[in-house]
């Protein structure tokens, strides 16, 4: 970029940056200190995070927030850990606090954690540097419960970014989380990918543990979309959360597709968030005589 102006060379950076431009970046254009207060006081850079900068006005925007922690962890961090998977697709929600690991030293602030690692391998996903799939999975199971280990392993499995071969080499080390990480390799079940609510990752184990076998998921059965069916024993589930009936109207949609469910020939029963968190004992022998095995 030799021979262009330094604000045409830092617009340039940040134009692959959501907008935004670090510190060090700044330095490596030829930016001296001083200069850079000048544009601050001018409004040109915009402080985003310490020694980060918005280079004009930008729109707030998901991949902002991102590029903004990565910069200010400094020259070879990238997304990890929970940050990374939600990146990745593998997790619904954007976790809090964003993570990220970096070679350098760099202190977390509000919002951002940030894990030091001098060496780490990096990759590149939708334009963002990541850690790769399987590390932060190993991290991720270093502190997730062992059913969100196993959800997010069929996930990965759905979207066919599964690599149990090098997970399995990466867990085989002693590292943190290799234990909880090789023992929910071991219960891989691709089913759980199919799940779409909190209460449907719960029903799913509770069923293993009373030794009936898995149920389809969010599937339509008479023309009605289902939570849990077993097909041959005529049995449908559902699994009410705490929104499933916010008005009349809801209510009497539910009875109407009951009525079609049981006009095909199926048993409907139903489980709501008390059942499955508190009284998980209870569900178990309901569903063991629902579904015709004895206790």
Not at 33 to 52: A, D, F, K, N
Not at 157 to 176: C, F, I, P, T, W
Not at 214 to 229: Q, R, S, T
Not at 261 to 274: A, E, N
Request: hydrophobic share 40%.
């Amino acid at each position: 970029m030799s021979g262009l102006s330094a604000k045409v060379r830092v617009a340039r950076v940040a134009d692959g940056q959501a907008g935004l431009v670090g510190a060090a970046q700044l330095a490596a254009l030829g930016v001296e200190t001083r200069e850079s207060h000048r544009w601050v006081s001018q409004g040109y850079l915009l402080p985003r995070l310490p020694r980060v900068y918005a280079v004009g006005h930008r729109a707030p925007s998901t991949e902002a927030d991102l590029w903004a922690a990565v910069l200010y962890a400094g020259p070879g961090a990238m997304l990890s850990h929970a940050t990374a998977l939600w990146w990745h697709g593998l997790i619904d929600r954007r976790p809090y606090p964003l993570q990220l690991t970096t070679p350098r030293r760099c202190g977390s602030i509000r919002g951002i954690k940030v894990h030091g690692r001098r060496t780490c391998e990096r990759i590149l996903h939708k334009g963002l540097p990541t850690t790769t799939i399987e590390r932060a999975l190993l991290d991720f199971a270093a502190v997730a419960p062992h059913e969100r280990i196993r959800h997010v392993l069929a996930n990965a499995d759905y979207h066919k970014v599964l690599d149990v071969s090098a997970l399995q080499v990466l867990a085989g080390n002693g590292r943190k989380g290799s234990t909880k990480l090789r023992n929910a390799l071991a219960r891989h079940e691709p089913k759980l990918a199919y799940t779409r609510s909190h209460l449907e990752r719960l029903f799913l184990p509770l069923c293993e543990r009373i030794g009936i076998p898995l149920p389809e998921v969010n599937v339509f059965i008479e023309g009605v979309l289902v939570d849990a069916v077993w097909r041959d024993r005529k049995l449908v589930v559902e699994l009410d959360g705490e929104n499933n009936h916010s008005s009349w109207n809801q209510i009497q949609t539910d009875r109407s597709k009951e009525m079609r469910l049981r006009g095909g020939g199926f048993d409907v029963v139903r489980y709501g968030t008390r059942q499955l968190e508190e009284e998980d004992a209870l569900v178990e022998d309901d569903l063991l005589r629902a579904y015709g095995l004895p206790r």
